[in-house]
């Protein structure tokens, strides 16, 4: 597991899914709890997350997330889309040329353009199949959201050298790397599936989140490569379970929480720490 769970990060999941669309502190207090966090530190994080703009309260002490629609929660919540994400690949590349800069800066750019799949093909020259039914100026966005130094220039090239294509085809990406990590994941589900119902209540919600969290990082952070560099396979099965586990961890969370509904089974899904 390479991301920590935070007050921060709980707080901000549980409402982005709640489908009451506000939630009354006490119910936050109370899931905390089951994670290990104090009421003082729920009340703590979540007056910060107010005076930062990322929740919203009224007269009624009901909190809710301030803008639900943002670039990275669109690009997060895509997954379940599953294969409609992409398109036939026409050999073609996305590329994205970044400006000189500083180290921290290129770090930057490095984070955001690994998110939705970017490779570094050449110095400050990056690139990823294009094959996404994303359009280049809704990418561009999500980059620019995510760190991406606004001047750098994203456009869709082809006719690069056979031997350049060749290496970037068969380097760039790590794909025995990414189908161990989805068969875990999908280990992961059929395990927790097979004993879920007989946990106790409390260790029933913890599971949910943190295996549905898990699976959700994976197909997330899938660069989405064409079926010429990797099956699609691994993705769809992984996709495929995951919805149904999502289905499962959503009834858990709903005949647990006291009336709350939820759009899906809560997850992190902020990508924060990634």
């Given at each position: 597991?390479?991301?920590k769970?935070?007050?921060?990060?709980?707080?901000?999941?549980?409402?982005?899914?709640?489908?009451?669309?506000?939630?009354?502190?006490?119910?936050?207090?109370?899931?905390?709890?089951?994670?290990?966090?104090?009421?003082?530190?729920?009340?703590?994080?979540?007056?910060?997350?107010?005076?930062?703009?990322?929740?919203?309260?009224?007269?009624?002490?009901?909190?809710?997330?301030?803008?639900?629609?943002?670039?990275?929660?669109?690009?997060?919540?895509?997954?379940?889309?599953?294969?409609?994400?992409?398109?036939?690949?026409?050999?073609?590349?996305?590329?994205?040329?970044?400006?000189?800069?500083?180290?921290?800066?290129?770090?930057?750019?490095a984070?955001?353009l690994?998110?939705?799949?970017?490779?570094?093909?050449?110095?400050?020259?990056w690139?990823?199949?294009?094959?996404?039914?994303?359009?280049?100026?809704?990418?561009?966005?999500?980059?620019?959201?995510?760190?991406?130094?606004?001047?750098?220039?994203?456009?869709?090239?082809?006719?690069?050298?056979?031997?350049?294509?060749?290496?970037?085809?068969?380097?760039?990406?790590?794909?025995?790397?990414?189908?161990?990590?989805?068969?875990?994941?999908?280990?992961?589900?059929?395990?927790?599936?097979?004993?879920?119902?007989?946990?106790?209540?409390?260790?029933?919600?913890?599971?949910?989140?943190?295996?549905?969290?898990?699976?959700?990082?994976?197909?997330?952070?899938?660069?989405?490569?064409?079926?010429?560099?990797?099956?699609?396979?691994?993705?769809?099965?992984?996709?495929?379970?995951m919805?149904?586990?999502?289905?499962?961890?959503?009834?858990?969370?709903?005949?647990?929480?006291?009336?709350?509904?939820?759009?899906?089974?809560?997850?992190?899904?902020?990508?924060?720490?990634?």
């Amino acid at each position: 597991m390479t991301w920590k769970i935070t007050p921060k990060i709980l707080i901000v999941s549980i409402l982005h899914v709640s489908d009451n669309k506000a939630m009354p502190i006490k119910n936050m207090i109370d899931i905390g709890r089951l994670f290990g966090f104090t009421g003082n530190t729920i009340r703590v994080t979540t007056t910060r997350l107010v005076r930062d703009g990322r929740l919203e309260s009224d007269e009624r002490g009901l909190y809710r997330i301030k803008d639900m629609d943002t670039p990275i929660s669109r690009y997060v919540n895509a997954w379940k889309q599953g294969e409609k994400r992409m398109l036939d690949w026409d050999g073609s590349w996305i590329c994205c040329l970044t400006p000189p800069a500083s180290a921290g800066r290129r770090k930057q750019n490095a984070k955001a353009l690994t998110l939705p799949g970017f490779r570094e093909g050449l110095p400050n020259f990056w690139v990823r199949p294009n094959n996404l039914t994303m359009g280049l100026s809704d990418l561009k966005k999500l980059l620019v959201h995510q760190g991406l130094d606004p001047k750098a220039e994203l456009f869709a090239g082809k006719e690069f050298h056979e031997r350049l294509t060749q290496h970037w085809t068969e380097f760039l990406w790590p794909v025995g790397e990414l189908i161990q990590n989805m068969e875990e994941a999908l280990d992961r589900i059929a395990k927790s599936k097979a004993r879920i119902h007989s946990l106790p209540a409390d260790n029933a919600l913890t599971e949910s989140y943190l295996v549905g969290t898990e699976t959700v990082h994976v197909l997330v952070k899938d660069p989405l490569l064409p079926r010429e560099m990797m099956s699609p396979q691994y993705r769809i099965d992984l996709a495929q379970a995951m919805l149904e586990y999502n289905e499962i961890g959503k009834s858990i969370w709903e005949d647990e929480s006291s009336g709350l509904f939820f759009s899906q089974s809560p997850s992190h899904m902020e990508l924060e720490g990634v």
